[in-house]
C-alpha cells in the first residue's frame, strides 16, 4: 500500500500542478484597455454590479465567460 503511494504521489502532484497552472493563466493577464472599452460597452447590469462590488478583474472575467459562451452557442447554430 506505502509502495503504492510513493508511485502514485508524484505524478498526482504533476497533474493538480498542471491544472492549477490553467486555472491561473487568465488572472495573470493583464486586462487590456481594448477589452475595457469593449466591455464598458456591452456589460450587462450584472456585470456592471460585479464591478462596483468585487473590481474589474472578478467583472471582467464574468463578462468573458459570456462571450465564450455567445461565440460557442454561435458556432453551434451554424453547424
Not at 8 to 36: D, Y
Not at 47 to 57: C, F, M, N, Q
Request: aromatic share 6%; glycine share 4%.
Amino acid at each position: 500500500m506505502v509502495a503504492l503511494i510513493v508511485i502514485l504521489f508524484p505524478p498526482m502532484v504533476i497533474a493538480f500542478l498542471l491544472v492549477m497552472e490553467r486555472v491561473e493563466e487568465p488572472l495573470r493577464r493583464p486586462t487590456s484597455p481594448r477589452e475595457v472599452a469593449e466591455f464598458l460597452g456591452s456589460a450587462t447590469q450584472g456585470e456592471v454590479d460585479t464591478l462596483a462590488a468585487s473590481g474589474i478583474r472578478r467583472a471582467m472575467a464574468r463578462w468573458r465567460r459570456r462571450r465564450r459562451s455567445r461565440v460557442r452557442q454561435s458556432s453551434d447554430s451554424l453547424v
